[in-house]
């Protein structure tokens, strides 16, 4: 830190202050929200959050302090203050540090029934105040944890030379060809323009034809990687799927590398990297909100998380995975025989039970999977990968791409989907195509499995599920 900087004048964040020895006994400015304030008459503590870590920063207010009574009659949990005062190192018991307040200035004052006072509130009812929610402990935990695997993710890909890639939010291909989308259109809901037949003329719409928010910016990332070799994309993803559970939301962020010259082998690699590299980066950069997450979310989340980075990956194929639930000897709801779609009962019997950690399961029946995975040569299964972990299941789906124009046509024809609407993603085999492959990982998913957060819907700022696009 530079010597002539004035840390009265200008506020210094509570994590940095904490983290500083140097600045014991020093004037300092701190701005955050009171989480408390205890009166004790003759002094009072506040204790101040400004969300850049965990723990607040206690305040001693000394009834010396000018117009002290009336401060400790007016704020209110949930003010935003500022405080100057000299950081000292603290006498009593969890603190390591704390600010004798010289001057303490109420920048918002909060009512005597603002609705965070210091008591625990059900994730549910947070859900309805999801605005002030991050100013509880767990949120801005949630929040810095995503804000680490955020960072470490670009970190990854560009220590590796994959090209940050921004793929188109409004589309008119199904990626994943299962029709989930959310249309987009300007066209009067009430009274549609109608062609000929009758049927709604999205010749006048927006975009002169039917559009969509994006399922995965996969197929775009695919001709981005079949000419700059490896890219990664990072964004908003959208799914109209009718899914009421704790891992699924109608809008959620999606990491998605693509690599050319890249077999389903290269694409199981990256992903058992990508996760360790998270784990390990969030170990050694959030260790305060993780222990927070320990103690007061999920009992042994660190051990866990430890754990992963220590043991290789296990990899089963899709038939493997399906002797060992077979003869598991557990009354599934979803009867197991060789075809099925592994249901959450099944993953989690896999990771939870069985495998005790991550588990990669490949080489899935072409059947249950999408259009663009590459024909393995028994004919019956393709070359897919699912990353599985405890407690969440299906982390990471991916696969190496069909690079043969025959085969992909063919399997476009045989899912019954609009052949003509891919056929620009067709020409990608048409000229110069090559083995390729990647995947996508979604990152609420991502920061449930690094928090021990049980609701998708509380590791997103604004969650959108259905029924609810509130805020
Ligand atoms: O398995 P999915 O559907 O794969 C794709 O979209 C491919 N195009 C990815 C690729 O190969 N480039 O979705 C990828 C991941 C899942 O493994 C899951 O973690 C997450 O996205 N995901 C969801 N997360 C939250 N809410 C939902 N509704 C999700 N659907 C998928
Ligand atoms: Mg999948």
């Given at each position: ?19 500083d ?72 018991g ?21 609705v ?15 605005h ?57 809901l ?72 890249a ?54 194929s899709?038939?493997e ?38 588990v ?13 995975m ?51 993603y067709?020409?990608?085999?048409r ?41």
């Amino acid at each position: 830190m530079p010597e002539t900087r004035s840390t009265t004048q200008k506020r210094i964040k509570i994590g940095e202050l904490k983290k500083d020895p140097s600045l014991i006994d020093q004037e300092v400015t701190v701005k955050g929200w009171v989480r408390t304030l205890r009166n004790q008459k003759s002094f009072a503590f506040l204790e101040v959050n400004d969300g850049s870590t965990v723990s607040n920063i206690q305040i001693i207010l000394n009834s010396t302090l000018p117009c002290y009574e009336e401060l400790v009659q007016t704020i209110q949990t949930g003010a935003c203050v500022r405080i100057t005062g000299i950081l000292v190192a603290s006498l009593g018991g969890k603190q390591s540090v704390e600010i004798q307040a010289k001057e303490v200035e109420t920048l918002g004052n909060a009512p005597a029934d603002f609705v965070l006072q210091k008591k625990r509130h059900s994730f549910e009812f947070l859900r309805t105040i999801a605005h002030l929610r991050p100013r509880t402990n767990t949120f801005g935990a949630v929040m810095r944890v995503r804000n680490s695997l955020a960072f470490a993710t670009h970190k990854f890909f560009q220590e590796r030379s994959f090209l940050y890639l921004n793929t188109p939010i409004i589309t008119s291909s199904d990626c994943e060809g299962a029709g989930e989308m959310f249309a987009v259109s300007t066209l009067n809901l009430e009274n549609p323009p109608r062609d000929d037949s009758g049927k709604i003329d999205y010749r006048e719409d927006f975009f002169g034809k039917k559009a969509f928010l994006t399922v995965s910016g996969q197929l775009n990332g695919e001709a981005y990687a079949l000419a700059l070799s490896d890219v990664y994309t990072f964004g908003p993803t959208f799914r109209a799927e009718n899914s009421n559970t704790t891992r699924h939301l109608a809008e959620f962020w999606m990491i998605e590398p693509e690599m050319a010259f890249a077999d389903l082998r290269d694409d199981m690699d990256l992903a058992d990297d990508y996760l360790k590299y998270l784990i390990e980066y969030v170990l050694n950069n959030n260790n305060e909100d993780l222990e927070f997450f320990n103690s007061f979310i999920s009992n042994g989340l660190i051990e866990k998380l430890s754990h992963v980075l220590e043991t290789p990956t296990v990899r089963v194929s899709y038939t493997e995975a399906i002797t060992i639930l077979e003869n598991a000897n557990v009354p599934f709801i979803f009867p197991v025989k060789w075809g099925i779609d592994l249901q959450s009962e099944h993953e989690r019997f896999l990771t939870e039970v069985h495998f005790k950690g991550p588990v990669i399961v490949y080489n899935y029946p072409k059947e249950i999977k999408s259009f663009y995975m590459r024909r393995n040569s028994d004919e019956r299964t393709v070359a897919a990968m699912d990353l599985l972990v405890p407690g969440i299941g299906e982390l990471i789906g991916g696969s190496q791409r069909e690079e043969r124009l025959d085969v992909l046509e063919a399997t476009i024809l045989a899912q019954g989907l609009d052949i003509e609407n891919y056929d620009w993603y067709l020409d990608l085999r048409r000229y110069g195509s090559a083995p390729h492959a990647g995947f996508g990982l979604g990152f609420e998913r991502l920061v449930q499995y690094a928090t021990g957060m049980e609701n998708i819907r509380d590791v997103i700022p604004f969650p959108r599920y259905p029924q609810h696009a509130l805020f």
